[in-house]
């Protein structure tokens, strides 16, 4: 079968019960973004679409200005279990940071959410931006780039040799004998690196997709090595079908570069469609959405990747200030954007705000036709392997799945049924061999 | 209505499918512990008995002499989310160590399964025995006994003081105003301790229980006086009824020298019960479950508290070997407690570990009569608020929900109905107060 198109659900993204002002809508409970029915019930609806996962996004470090989803969220992983046993086939990939996390927990965590859920598990890999959660693991300053990105690469090395702690067959359980396990299959990890000393084994088992896939997030040079080393999916933004087309080239030439497989890698920028009877129509709803937000929120929350910077001390019609380097541990990547953006257009502060805010890249907008057809086109293009559609209100999202999958389905460009009932399976990544195993095999035991 | 026996299940506990020879048995599926509709199921089979609670142990040191359970088990609180949306009213109660958790990320993943489980969550606290653990976690050696503790005491406070970040009001929601949160109803902790900073909030808000119940378990100085300084539950052994009193009084006078209130702490020993058509059946099954187990897998059980120390190197009929203070940093009350009688009764070694290694005290066998008289006995006494009961085969559980239960049911001991959906509502604990609203009563605003 040719390659189809991948997609995953943002149970509570851009757009979506927890963004600024959408949480006032009547098909959104006000606590949405702690109600565990809300998220099961969009976990079903994108399900019975075939979508590959939900995408559970997270952060940690709150003012009382940050969006509603910020300000009261379920931890990515209890609420994936809890999703793993009210569905079946589809994927769940949380975010979960490597800045404030040890990686022998990381790995029981997501090891434990493999098992519970057949082998759907993936984990989206992240250094966390915010420099204040620092102060909220007993550290005065947040990691520089360098030692955030380099704990994140030791720390999925780390995790992946902790899940072949047990090779496959390490469970003979013979009642017949009482032999339960096998010890010359259980192993140690015995590592010893630059920021972390673990020694294994992991008291867990594989499931059967052999590992919770790696999803990576963040798109500095460091984020990109990082993608390209260990990231089977890669989650990012695409505001225009080059810079998506550019960034896949960046990341799979990287990747290759590595000695890897570009095809192992899926790229899945984050979209939040907008779609109604014509196109008209659909852009004058998106821009109602991009504009009507609250101008102070939008301020305040412009503030977040120069490290919450309070804004509100400027003249607003007065040019972009200048920062100096502002935001260089926090949002880096973002921050320097929209400097440049702002320095190069000759925008005033208010100008800046207005262009960085509107929380959508708008291509996705139009009939669904036009959706579909302009999907088709960047992926076609090599600008994409895959969407993560930001879920808004629930029948906006039904939009998509009932009326612009069909189209899509019919000209062969996403699935008719899943696969498999794996993560691995349904993106078509193969499953890792045990490197015990492997090493097995390499090196038989003489007869 | 008088004070009723509270009931827990240890779903993988002792003698239960987890344990080193039980999984052979034909109504245990050898991958029970990793199992999740395993233990869904047990947990609606307590249920529907009404019990308080699900209780899941854990531990994350291994070698391949390692139980069953300990070799392969699903971590705490994913498994209870996921059997929180399989339950409706059962408390759930996950261990989870101070030792190798920060307290943001042991507050947020219990206030997440508190919201998810709508006020069921409960936390057990523990500080790792098994020295060995530290190697997981970048550390050369396990914390000694004043850190552990230390770190066990101020993990609590944090936690319970994250908990209250947001004041039960802080969410007017008004859909009209689109005021969504009452920033003066967000408090940040700002604590700085011995052990950790954390300046808070956190990112959630309050179940309906307010907080999730606080249990602990280590029976040292340090952990009584733990148990007593924050705990609402406490597990222990109760090897005779004598011990039982002994224990409750003096947890009890620890509490109230603290100022607290005894009645708002429920002691729950572990205990296996064994039941048959007569006495003399149940002790002879007991019996042969506590002989028939492998003496080798005994013998590298037995070194556990002793830093699995290695008992293979000594004659096993000379008498018990001088160990010094071996065992000190790891679980010293019970290796203290095993030099102590070895020495008092001249034991050797093979009748030491033959003592120690009986998995469970013995009172609790015989006919329902016998077990349901010796419960309400215990109960009367004072040796016990409730039982945690471990789990063995289903069918010798269904015999303790069917034929004990309804015995003490008929007399009043145990309730015939939930008298809540939380957690706290069923032990007949008090919601705590926000402290911040608390403070903000006390001190109003001047009109
Ligand atoms: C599409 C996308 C999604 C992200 N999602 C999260 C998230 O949910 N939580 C988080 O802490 N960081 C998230 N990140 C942030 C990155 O982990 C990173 O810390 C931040 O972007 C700064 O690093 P960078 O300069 O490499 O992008 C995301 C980044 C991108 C590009
Ligand atoms: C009834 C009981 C149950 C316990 N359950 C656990 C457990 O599941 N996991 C764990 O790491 N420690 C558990 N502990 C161990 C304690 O946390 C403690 O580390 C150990 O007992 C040594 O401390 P102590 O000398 O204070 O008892 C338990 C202790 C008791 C008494």
Redesign the interface.
């Known amino acids: 079968m040719s390659r189809q198109l991948k997609l995953g659900a943002v149970l509570m993204g851009v757009g979506g019960p927890g963004d600024h ?1 959408t ?2 809508h009547p098909e959104i409970p ?2 949405a973004s ?1 109600d ?1 029915r809300w998220y ?1 019930e969009r976990a079903r609806q994108a399900e019975a679409a075939l979508f590959d996962l939900v995408f559970i996004v997270d ?4 003012t ?1 200005d ?1 969006p ?1 989803h ?6 990515p ?3 994936l ?2 999703l ?3 569905t079946t086939n589809i994927g769940l990939v949380g975010t979960l940071t490597t800045s ?3 990686p ?2 990381l790995a ?2 997501l ?3 493999d ?2 859920s057949g082998g759907r598990a993936g984990w989206n890999v992240v250094a966390t931006g915010d420099g ?1 959660t620092a ?5 005065d300053e947040h990691f520089d780039y360098a030692a955030r990105y380099g704990r994140a690469l030791e720390s999925v090395r780390v995790c992946q040799g902790l899940w072949d702690s ?1 090779e496959d067959d390490a ?1 003979p ?1 013979d ?1 017949a004998t ?1 032999r ?2 096998d ?1 010359d299959k ?1 192993h140690r990890l015995d590592h010893v690196g630059e920021h ?6 992991l ?3 594989r499931s059967k997709q052999g590992r919770p896939v790696i999803f990576q997030a963040g798109d500095s040079e460091e984020g990109r090595d990082l993608g390209a080393s260990v990231g089977e999916g890669i989650f990012t933004h695409a505001p225009t079908v080059e810079a998506g087309v550019a960034f896949a080239r960046d990341i799979k030439d990287r990747a290759r570069a590595k000695g890897r497989n570009e095809n192992e890698i899926v790229i899945m920028p984050g979209v939040t469609p907008w779609i109604a009877d014509t196109d008209a129509e659909a852009r004058a709803a998106e821009e109602h959405f991009r504009n009507g937000r ?1 101008f102070a929120k939008n301020l305040a929350q412009f503030g977040r990747p120069f490290g919450w910077h309070d804004f509100g001390r400027y003249d607003l019609d007065a040019p972009f200030p200048d920062l100096g380097d502002l935001g260089k541990d926090s949002f880096r990547t973002q921050a320097e954007r929209i400097k440049q953006v702002a320095r190069d257009e000759r925008l005033t502060l208010r100008q800046t705000v207005q262009r960085f805010t509107a929380a959508t890249p708008a291509p996705f907008v139009g009939t669904p036709r036009t959706v579909a057809d302009r999907i088709q086109e960047w992926f076609e293009a090599g600008a994409l392997d895959g969407l993560n559609i930001h879920i808004t209100v629930p029948s906006v999202f039904a939009r998509f799945t009932d009326e612009v999958l069909p189209i899509l389905r019919e000209r062969g460009v996403v699935r008719d049924r899943y696969e498999a009932d794996t993560l691995r399976g349904n993106l078509g990544l193969p499953i890792p061999e045990n490197v015990h195993t492997a090493a097995r095999r390499r090196t038989p035991v003489p007869a």
Chains 1, 2 share one sequence.
Do not use: H
């Open positions: 002002d949480w006032r006000g606590d702690v565990i099961a952060s940690q470090f709150i009382p940050s509603p910020y300000l009261n969220r379920l931890e992983l209890t609420l279990s809890a793993a046993v009210s404030y996390n040890s022998f927990n029981r965590r090891g434990s959410l098992l519970i204040g102060a909220n693991y007993s550290r047990y469970f359980r009642v009482g339960f396990v010890p259980q972390f000393s673990v020694r294994g084994p008291n867990i088992s609250d």
